[in-house]
């Protein structure tokens, strides 16, 4: 792609074409497909991420909530792993680890 752009690219850092390929450039790594597949790492698409952040938002935005900067990563955490069917595995995890600690873990998302 970057090559495709080259002969468009200006001295203009405003130009479109120029940008998209500063911007590409800047990510390549986050860009390599294949290296990812053969790593077997996921991959999410534009609708994967879109959903993640109307996931969040939902969440944040609930009449009535606040949330401190310390304790947003924990319950965004929780919230994506509820919106991805882990939330029986995480919660079965939370009860076997409280279990060897003589914990009791209250649920209350």
Same mark, same amino acid.
């Given at each position: 792609m970057?090559?495709?752009?080259?002969?468009?690219?200006?001295?203009?850092?405003?130009?479109?074409?120029?940008?998209?390929?500063?911007?590409?450039?800047?990510?390549?790594?986050?860009l390599?497909?294949?290296?990812?597949?053969?790593?077997? &790492?996921?991959?999410?698409?534009? %609708?994967? $991420?879109?959903?993640?952040?109307? /996931?969040?938002? *939902?969440?944040?935005?609930?009449?009535?909530?606040?949330w401190?900067?310390?304790?947003?990563e924990?319950?965004?955490?929780?919230? &994506?792993?509820?919106?991805?069917? %882990?939330? $029986?595995?995480?919660?079965?995890? /939370?009860?076997? *680890?409280?279990?060897?600690?003589?914990?009791?873990?209250?649920?209350?998302?």
């Open positions: 970057l090559d495709a752009l080259a002969p468009f690219v200006s001295a203009n850092e405003d130009d479109p074409v120029t940008a998209c390929a500063r911007y590409l450039h800047n990510r390549l790594d986050q390599d497909y294949q290296g990812a597949i053969q790593r077997d &790492l996921p991959m999410g698409s534009g %609708e994967i $991420e879109s959903a993640h952040r109307y /996931i969040i938002q *939902e969440r944040l935005k609930l009449p009535g909530a606040w401190l900067p310390d304790h947003i924990t319950m965004l955490a929780l919230r &994506l792993n509820r919106a991805n069917r %882990e939330w $029986e595995a995480y919660w079965q995890g /939370i009860e076997k *680890e409280a279990a060897g600690t003589s914990q009791v873990v209250v649920a209350s998302l």
